[in-house]
């Protein structure tokens, strides 16, 4: 069982910045793509950022230039440090973390809102 928990979520000003952490822990073997997506209210769930093993990176078009994906493979831990943060940043974020062969597996989400 493979569980996955972030964490510094929380309210912040229009241009001010968070960093979002997921850290896995449970049965784990390695992960082959660690990634962020959020959902906004109303709205589908959308690619915020990923990273593969090896340090490619890809991120959404709304995010690039102010949102940063980062990992650290031997503590299974993903990071995202997000700047000038606009209200329509405002969502949940969701960790996502795949091993290259099985399932994907999902946080709960932490709420960013964005706001003054």
């Known amino acids: 069982q493979v569980q996955l928990v972030e964490s510094g979520g929380g309210v912040v000003q229009p241009g001010g910045s968070l960093r979002l952490s997921c850290a896995a822990s449970g049965t784990i073997l390695s992960f082959f793509v660690m990634g962020w997506y959020r959902q906004a209210p109303g709205k589908s769930r959308e690619l915020v950022a990923t990273i593969i093993r090896g340090g490619t990176t890809n991120y959404g078009d709304s995010v690039k230039g102010r949102f940063t994906i980062s990992s650290d493979n031997a503590k299974n831990t993903v990071y995202l440090q997000m700047t000038s943060l606009k209200p329509e940043d405002t969502a949940v974020y969701y960790c996502?973390?795949?091993?290259?062969?099985?399932?994907?597996?999902w946080g709960q989400g932490t709420q960013v809102t964005v706001s003054s």
């Open positions: 996502y973390m795949a091993p290259i062969v099985g399932t994907g597996h």
